[in-house]
């Protein structure tokens, strides 16, 4: 399924941003949903997932302060992120995967099929 991310931009350190992926084509309620971030030099790295059976999981260091949410009337997938640091700076990348998804596996870069083309998000200090 074709992912477009967007809303992504500069923000200062405290700050607060929302992300978007929409998807195209029909289904979108069957889809587990991730956002990971890749800064510079680094890998890549989970930040939030929303799986089908409407479960979320957040990596720790995002907890208390990003929120994933999805709209499937919208075939949208959400990240509000709050209190943004400087170490938030990354390029966001949404990812799906349709159908099931190994419980335990919803952080894992191979578990996701699909890839939207990212949009960064700098956070200054």
């Known amino acids: 399924v074709p992912l477009q991310a967007y809303g992504g931009g500069l923000v200062q350190a405290g700050g607060c941003l929302r992300v978007?992926?929409?998807?195209?084509?029909?289904?979108?309620?069957?889809?587990?949903m991730g956002w990971f971030r890749q800064a510079p030099g680094k890998e890549r790295e989970f930040v939030a997932s929303?799986?089908?059976?409407?479960?979320?999981y957040y990596h720790d260091s995002v907890k208390g302060r990003f929120t994933i949410s999805r709209d499937n009337a919208k075939s949208t997938v959400y990240l509000q992120m709050n209190s943004l640091k400087p170490e938030d700076t990354a390029v966001y990348y949404c990812?799906?995967?349709?159908?099931?998804?190994?419980?335990?596996?919803?952080?894992?870069?191979?578990?996701?099929?699909?890839w939207g083309q990212g949009t960064l998000v700098t956070v200054s200090s």
């Open positions: 929303f799986r089908r059976n409407g479960a979320r």
């Open positions: 990812a799906a995967r349709f159908g099931d998804l190994i419980a335990g596996l919803q952080g894992a870069v191979q578990s996701y099929v699909y």
């Open positions: 978007s992926c929409a998807a195209s084509g029909g289904s979108f309620s069957m889809y587990n």
